[in-house]
Nanobody, 129 residues
Framework: QVKLVESGGGLVQPGASLRLSCVAS????????MTWYRRAPGKEREGVAAIDKDGHTNYAPSVKGRFTISQDRQDSGKITLYLLMNNLQFEDTAMYYCAAGPYIPVTKVIPPPSWYNYWGQGTQVTVSS
């Protein structure tokens, strides 16, 4: 059974940093991709950063250079997905979700939400002065 649990959100001031974590269990480490999405109030869900089993990554233009996606795989098959967010801005305020699914190349396009069948419950990030 696949389970994704996010953590690390919070209330920060503009310019601050946060690191989100997503602990994924039950994922087939032989072939997967994972993506961080976010949904701001009144806006569509947006793919923020994606990574595949080989560590290839892709970022939305709005976060490129500020956010870094990474992963830590354990022999037990548990994967911890991270999103380091630097220089946070008001427009980064959103609920952030991690998603996992079968392998798909991520370097050219962040996979659409429909690709993923497993989602976490979300963690709120609020940037406010």
């Amino acid at each position: 059974q696949v389970k994704l649990v996010e953590s690390g959100g919070g209330l920060v001031q503009p310019g601050a940093s946060l690191r989100l974590s997503c602990v994924a269990s039950g994922i087939s480490v032989s072939g997967y991709s994972m993506t961080w999405y976010r949904r701001a109030p009144g806006k569509e869900r947006e793919g923020v950063a994606a990574i595949d089993k080989d560590g290839h990554t892709n970022y939305a233009p709005s976060v490129k250079g500020r956010f870094t996606i990474s992963q830590d795989r354990q022999d037990s098959g548990k994967i911890t997905l991270y999103l380091l967010m630097n220089n946070l801005q008001f427009e980064d305020t959103a609920m952030y979700y991690c998603a996992a699914g079968p392998y798909i190349p991520v370097t050219k396009v962040i996979p659409p939400p429909s690709w993923y069948n497993y989602w976490g419950q979300g963690t709120q990030v609020t940037v406010s002065s």
